[in-house]
């Protein structure tokens, strides 16, 4: 009787950790960037951050501030907690109503496909909280190179 429970328990576990799964696959990751964001920068590096792992992201110009929709996961949940990042799961279901209301409006979607390389063109020996740039990225979490003059001349960007 006891392994019969046993069984029992197993296969109910495995089917709502299944079901789970499914059910997150289902469902995408909306950031929103309108005034009900409690962090627009961090945000910004969190999409970045998704990037990073090799994602692909759509930029919802002019849509609720140019929101950014993705997969939906649990390390992107966790990664947005931890970053204090607002965003809603968006059932797979509501996407072609979310898309219609974007192309019946002043909107655009972009796809987003990879992380870009950022450098900053500010003098070695600032720190980043000197410079309203290199204060933006380093709160965000997005990494980027400084270049100045001689790294110019010498071709370094190319």
Known sequence: MKKLIFVILFFFFSSV?????DESAQNRFFIYMDSSQNNHLKAYGLAYWVLQQGEKIEWL???RGGSFLMNDSSPLR???AIR??????????SIPNLYQ?????NMERVLLEKA?????YTPPEKLPWDDAVTLA???AQIPYDKVWD????????I
């Open 101 to 105: 209301e974007i192309e019946n409006n």
């Open 116 to 120: 870009p390389l950022i450098a900053v």
């Open 150 to 157: 001689k790294d110019v001349l010498s071709g370094k960007l």
């Open 17 to 21: 950790s299944s079901a789970t799964a």
């Open 78 to 80: 966790q990664e947005a």
């Open 61 to 63: 110009l002019n849509y």
């Open 137 to 139: 990225l380093t709160y």
């Open 84 to 93: 204090g990042v607002s965003y809603e799961i968006i059932p797979e279901s």
